[in-house]
């Protein structure tokens, strides 16, 4: 009970601080955002999932850091989100580390302390469990396994609904179920994408604006290169205030950002993909051809295209706004 509560406070701690982060932009867009991840929430909770935790102290971090209150204290949020989920708060914390001067020393500071926790924990742990590095190696190759609960292809257990696999391996392998080939064909899309806003990042000078617009586009990336569920997608929140900030703009990228925006957290939300299933749960599609691939991408991946889709607007965006700013 007591770790629910937690993880149900922070949550709604964090949510808090982004509507404060694009309240000054477009209030009312901010707080619509946030009001349906609240309201779409549920999933992660009931299970004791340390994912509630894990994204809203990457959250609190980074409002730490971008608003210079109370650093150590988002030093110390970003550590404990590393050493939990790294593949959550990893690309967060790369960016602090590329955007240089007082960041770079913050991304270096956080992880030290991550260091000094993993450690720590791994001494503390050792003597009750010796052989849990093994243990824990048996049981990723088991779930991992074809028919397993995270196996991104077809034949996976969990390939709709709230808990639903949203990397980019698991659109890839409706067209070649070989994680040779959608392993490397992730790799390479994301990679890319990642390659280009890291140069970014590294050749501009920071500014806040700027560290919006950065991880707006990083977040749905971080979703889509590696192993992550609906419930990790709750990181958009970091994505709010640069669509407050577009919004604020003016012209047709505001209703470019809200459309990518709120698509991105439409179908990472449990309600409609509740629906979605409910709809999809008696359609048998074919794979066999390529037009039946294409339609089980659309209708029960729709997921990882918003994010991918929303993840490129994004990095048009920062790349534009830097090169304007140049």
Not at 175 to 195: E, H, K, T
Not at 196 to 201: G, L, Y
Request: hydrophobic residues 55%; proline residues 5%; contains cysteine.
């Amino acid at each position: 009970m007591l770790w629910t509560i937690l993880g149900i406070g922070s949550f709604i701690f964090a949510a808090f601080l982004m509507w404060d982060s694009g309240a000054s932009y477009a209030p009312v867009i901010s707080c619509g955002l946030i009001c349906f991840v609240l309201a779409n929430t549920e999933a992660f909770f009931p299970f004791g999932n340390p994912v509630g935790i894990v994204i809203s102290l990457c959250v609190v971090a980074v409002w730490c850091f971008l608003k210079d209150r109370f650093v150590w204290a988002g030093i110390l949020c970003l550590a404990v989100s590393l050493a939990i989920k790294p593949h959550d708060a990893g690309l967060v914390w790369l960016y602090f580390l590329l955007a240089g001067g007082i960041y770079l020393k913050r991304a270096l500071q956080t992880l030290l302390v991550t260091a000094v926790l993993g450690l720590v924990t791994i001494a503390w742990v050792t003597p009750i469990a010796p052989h849990w590095m093994q243990e824990l190696h048996s049981n990723l190759l088991a779930v991992s396994a074809p028919g397993g609960i995270s196996d991104p292809g077809p034949t996976g257990n969990n390939v709709r609904g709230p808990s639903v696999i949203i990397d980019l391996q698991s659109v890839v392998a409706v067209f070649r179920d070989d994680p040779r080939i959608y392993n490397s064909v992730s790799y390479l899309v994301c990679g890319a994408l990642l390659l280009v806003w890291a140069v970014r990042t590294l050749r501009s000078r920071f500014s806040q604006q700027g560290a919006w617009f950065a991880l707006a586009a990083v977040v749905p990336l971080t979703m889509l290169v590696s192993y992550h569920r609906v419930y990790d997608a709750k990181l958009l929140l970091l994505a709010v205030p640069a669509c407050a900030m577009l919004w604020a703009d003016g012209g047709p990228n505001r209703w470019i950002a809200l459309i990518m925006t709120s698509a991105g957290i439409f179908f990472t939300a449990d309600m409609p993909l509740t629906i979605l299933r409910i709809f999809t749960d008696n359609l048998h599609i074919s794979t066999a051809g390529l037009s039946g691939q294409i339609l089980t991408v659309v209708l029960m991946r729709p997921t990882q295209l918003a994010l991918l889709v929303m993840g490129i607007f994004y990095l048009w965006i920062y790349l534009r706004r830097e090169s304007e700013r140049g």
